[in-house]
């Protein structure tokens, strides 16, 4: 089983617009309602890849009961620890006249003490039962940053880290297999503005050294990189003509190197096979609904390099 844990989930509206005028009245031409959200969309990518997989979140208010029958209706398990502050919802808006994607996200409601306790307990207890773990979000306010720490701790099975700053920081004790913030988020933990590719490489070298087995950074279109203590490689993700709505392409590529991974496949191949869930994702208008045949056929497609 593949384990897709955190705390920000979203419940999203998407909203198309043949095109989109500030400050005036806009009709939209479509509108969906979807659940989104780093952990969601994780789940989601996991799923729709073949899984089996797990998602386990905090959820909670009028969404929880759309979120449920959205999960039901798609064939996904999950896992709830019920809030009392209600999931947050956020809207993404797609101008097609101009691919102009705009997002207003609203921030996580906090989570109360023993919400994290009964989070912690049940993710104890999914994790004993996964293959691969996926760690992956923000925290509301008031989480405590070692949380991530917490659980990796109670984590037997490979671990995917998508976090940034402390919170990463204080889980890199425990030699996570993959940890993958962006570039800015990168610059962010280590506290510097990344110029060049080797900043950024030096930066990542700095992770490996604190603890994360390999570190993979996304920069969008252009080049990603992998590194690990002894090994630097640049992969190019194949060019997208078709790109319909590019959010959550790292979350779908979470998704994808966990399925690989979890398929036996080394670091390199499961990155291969993350980008190119990312890129299947940018096709598709609701966000890590990916299709197995497509993706393996894109990760063919992704070209790398290693780097002296």
Known sequence: MILSAGLSPAWQQILVFDNYRHGEVNRAKQAHWVASGKVFNAGLAAHHLGGPSLTLATVGGPPLEQISKEFDSLGLKYRWVETQAATRVCTTVIERDSGIITELVE???????????????????????????????????????????????????PTIIDARCEPLLLALRHKPLLVKPNREELGHTVGRVLDDDDDLVAAMKEINSRGAQWVLISDGPRPAWLTSGAETFRLHPPEIDNIVNAIACGDAMAGGIAWAVRD?????????????????????????????????????RVLFEKVS
């Open 107 to 157: 921030e996580g409601r906090p989570v109360t003490g023993e919400e994290l306790d009964r989070f912690v307990e049940a993710y104890t207890e999914e994790a004993a039962r996964a293959k691969v773990a996926v760690l992956i979000g923000s925290f509301p306010a008031g989480t405590p940053d070692d949380f991530y720490s917490r659980l990796i701790e109670r984590t037997s099975c």
């Open 264 to 300: 036996g496949r080394d670091m390199l191949e499961a990155v291969k096979f993350g980008i190119a869930a990312a890129c299947d994702n940018l096709t598709q208008l609701l966000p890590c609904r990916l299709d197995f045949g497509r993706v393996e056929e894109t990760a063919h």
